[in-house]
């Protein structure tokens, strides 16, 4: 499959007429059908219905038709963003993290990509708590949210998402904490869950749904801060409800506790994809694995 192929197939769906198209792209109309039957055989699939008086897409050639121009226009996109690093890209990015979250190895070999790659480029990180982060992802004061989404879960209109990791439930609790390093969901119904964002929160709320799944209502308490949130679980007033790779469990007085079909939660990469900013671009495809 060539540019070429892909070319004359785009100007004959235009026309549906392989005589306009082949006037349209300079070529004889033999070599144009040769190159659309040649499409044709590779993909294994009939592009179009002809006969000697009209021309027009099968199903497989409409599918073709309608997504090939969006591939083309994200193929010039990456084709660009790749001449701007190799000419040396000018810039800033702020990278927002939520407080807690450990950085997994991708974005931070992207980000070591970029200060070895891009001199000219500044790289900005700054830690928040999850809903002033979604706040400054919003107004702009961050280009990047690096943040913990339960699975399922809708973002904001307008965001775009890479998922790096993801990672079952735990809890959260002091050191000295009798419960067992994994138990079930009923084991711990008489307990408080501490929630830094509130009760309100979608991982409050998400909490709620799977306690009630397994019979019973959790007693929720709301924190201010993630800080607050961490002390409150060491000094033994209730249990956090985290994901495994939390940053909270390599303090000395907390300890993580397995929970037996716990729901996942991902490590997302998430912006807005309005962003004009061209370092967001190539800081999301070197996340992807597309640079």
Same mark, same amino acid.
């Given at each position: 499959?060539?540019?070429?192929?892909?070319?004359?197939?785009?100007?004959?769906?235009?026309?549906? %007429?392989?005589?306009?198209?082949?006037?349209?792209?300079?070529?004889?109309? %033999?070599?144009?059908?040769?190159?659309?039957?040649?499409?044709?055989?590779?993909?294994?699939?009939?592009?179009?219905?002809?006969?000697?008086?009209?021309? /027009?897409?099968?199903?497989?050639? /409409?599918?073709?038709?309608?997504?090939?121009?969006?591939?083309?226009?994200?193929?010039?996109?990456?084709?660009?963003?790749?001449?701007?690093?190799?000419?040396?890209?000018?810039?800033?990015?702020?990278?927002?993290?939520?407080?807690?979250?450990?950085?997994?190895?991708?974005?931070?070999?992207?980000?070591?990509? *970029?200060?070895? %790659?891009?001199?000219?480029?500044?790289?900005?990180?700054?830690?928040?708590?999850?809903?002033?982060?979604?706040?400054?992802?919003?107004?702009?004061?961050?280009?990047?949210?690096?943040?913990?989404?339960?699975?399922?879960?809708?973002?904001?209109?307008?965001?775009?998402?890479?998922?790096?990791?993801?990672?079952?439930?735990?809890?959260?609790?002091?050191?000295?904490?009798?419960?067992?390093?994994?138990?079930?969901?009923? &084991?711990?119904?008489?307990?408080?869950?501490?929630?830094?964002?509130?009760?309100?929160?979608?991982? /409050?709320?998400?909490?709620?749904?799977? *306690?009630?799944?397994?019979?019973?209502? =959790?007693?929720?308490?709301?924190? &201010?801060?993630?800080?607050?949130?961490?002390?409150? !679980?060491?000094?033994?007033?209730?249990?956090?409800?985290? =994901?495994?790779?939390?940053?909270?469990?390599?303090?000395?007085?907390?300890?993580?506790?397995?929970?037996?079909?716990?729901? *996942?939660?991902?490590?997302?990469? !998430?912006?807005?994809?309005?962003?004009?900013?061209? !370092?967001?671009?190539?800081?999301?495809?070197?996340?992807?694995?597309?640079?």
């Amino acid at each position: 499959m060539t540019f070429k192929q892909l070319e004359y197939f785009m100007e004959v769906a235009r026309q549906l %007429s392989f005589s306009r198209a082949a006037e349209a792209l300079y070529v004889s109309q %033999s070599a144009l059908s040769r190159s659309i039957s040649a499409l044709e055989d590779e993909l294994g699939a009939i592009l179009f219905f002809r006969n000697k008086h009209t021309v /027009a897409l099968t199903p497989a050639g /409409a599918v073709l038709a309608t997504y090939l121009p969006r591939a083309a226009d994200e193929l010039e996109r990456t084709i660009e963003l790749v001449k701007q690093v190799k000419e040396g890209m000018r810039g800033r990015m702020v990278l927002g993290v939520q407080t807690g979250l450990a950085l997994p190895e991708v974005v931070v070999s992207a980000v070591r990509y *970029c200060l070895s %790659s891009m001199p000219f480029v500044a790289i900005e990180p700054v830690r928040l708590d999850a809903r002033p982060l979604f706040e400054a992802l919003g107004d702009g004061r961050v280009d990047f949210a690096l943040a913990s989404v339960i699975e399922g879960a809708e973002l904001p209109a307008g965001t775009s998402r890479i998922d790096v990791e993801k990672e079952p439930v735990c809890l959260a609790a002091p050191a000295h904490s009798p419960l067992p390093d994994e138990l079930a969901p009923r &084991d711990v119904a008489k307990q408080t869950f501490l929630f830094s964002d509130g009760v309100q929160s979608e991982a /409050a709320l998400r909490w709620t749904d799977f *306690c009630r799944s397994h019979g019973f209502m =959790p007693k929720l308490a709301p924190c &201010d801060g993630v800080s607050t949130c961490l002390t409150c !679980i060491e000094l033994g007033f209730g249990l956090g409800v985290l =994901p495994a790779g939390h940053q909270a469990f390599a303090l000395p007085g907390i300890r993580r506790i397995g929970l037996a079909q716990a729901y *996942c939660e991902h490590t997302s990469l !998430i912006w807005n994809a309005a962003n004009l900013n061209s !370092i967001v671009d190539v800081f999301a495809k070197l996340v992807e694995g597309d640079l």
